[in-house]
């Protein structure tokens, strides 16, 4: 194990890839010299060269749709959307085409393809530039999703987004780039679909995946203080969703908080807590919670956007609200 940034972790994630298999290269808007706008690519351009690690022209349209056809033709590109805002610009590459291929072609076609961008609120980067939209993504048959919350789960996931057949969209978020935590060294891959406990409990559920994570775990530590034990699960892919480490898990607590850093309407904390009423309602003790930010764009003002995003006291708050 070797201490890493989020970044670093999912750096050395694509590095390890690179090297093994030349038919994998990465495109994007800054990815190659300059080194991603955030710093994630940064090297792999000296590394690789302009060959693999390519600047493409401000067009998500274009950085996507070549990808679809580079996809289906037997190579494996990552390419990146900046922001996840800008996920509308090309959303017929993914919705109708990369989404969608394999299955109209009956499973002849592969489309090994990972589409990387960033999320999230926090850093003072407005309404156009902070949203968290993982839960567009996840309504889309054919599209895998992952949102790593830990150093070592970014370097582990980016290997097996980077190895399935299928579209993958890798969702990182800005918060937490510079996050630094231990990473296995050398090879190491998180299988998709896989939720990990990151905090065991027996009082309450806490389901958190991304930046939200780390609030569920500082709200777990803190009802600690009080005598609650609260178990925290990152779903890590949320697009296949692993509902079994859910359930397991309601079996000892019998109560279910959903943080999610997305507004509350429409957002995937509705569809896990439809699920659970679905298939775990008798293993409910008190009615579901979700903590997420409110129903309105990402402020600007640093006071305004604190206090839009979930936090700590909000889970806190929630979780006794329940006993």
Not at 96 to 105: E, G, L, P, V
Not at 108 to 128: F, H, S
Not at 241 to 254: A, C, I, N, R
Request: glycine letters at 10%; one cysteine or more; charged letters at 20%.
């Amino acid at each position: 194990m070797t201490q890493m940034s989020y970044v670093e972790g999912l750096r050395d994630g694509i590095r390890i890839e690179m090297k093994k298999d030349s038919n994998i290269y990465m495109a994007g808007e800054d990815v190659g010299i300059f080194g991603g706008c955030f710093g994630q690519t940064a090297g792999l351009f000296q590394e690789f060269g302009g060959e693999r690690i390519i600047d493409t022209p401000i067009s998500e349209t274009v950085i996507v749709g070549h990808a679809v056809g580079a996809a289906a033709a037997g190579l494996r590109p990552i390419v990146e959307i900046m922001f996840i805002d800008f996920i509308g610009v090309c959303m017929d590459e993914i919705l109708n085409q990369a989404a969608k291929m394999r299955y109209m072609f009956g499973g002849k076609a592969k489309l090994p393809m990972v589409i990387r961008t960033t999320c999230g609120a926090g850093v003072g980067a407005a309404a156009q530039h902070s949203q968290s939209l993982e839960a567009f993504l996840t309504h889309i048959p054919g599209i895998k999703v992952v949102m790593p919350a830990t150093p070592a789960d970014a370097k582990g996931l980016m290997a097996a987004a980077i190895r399935d057949d299928n579209p993958v969209v890798y969702i990182e978020h800005k918060g937490l780039l510079g996050f630094k935590g231990e990473v296995p060294e050398g090879e190491y891959v998180v299988p998709l679909g896989k939720a990990d406990i990151k905090r065991e409990g027996t009082d309450v559920t806490i389901v958190a995946w991304s930046a939200m994570v780390h609030q569920a775990l500082a709200a777990a530590e803190a009802l600690a203080q009080e005598g609650i034990s609260a178990e925290v699960i990152d779903p890590r892919t949320l697009a296949p969703f692993d509902k079994d480490s859910v359930l397991q898990s309601l079996e000892k607590t019998g109560k279910l908080v959903i943080v999610h850093e997305a507004v509350k309407t429409g957002g995937l904390g509705g569809e896990i807590a439809a699920l659970v009423a679905d298939e775990g309602f008798d293993l409910l003790d008190a009615p579901i919670k979700r903590v997420t930010a409110p129903d309105c764009p990402v402020p600007f003002s640093s006071y305004l956007e604190a206090h839009y995003l979930p936090s700590q006291d909000k889970i806190v708050k929630a979780v006794k609200e329940m006993f």
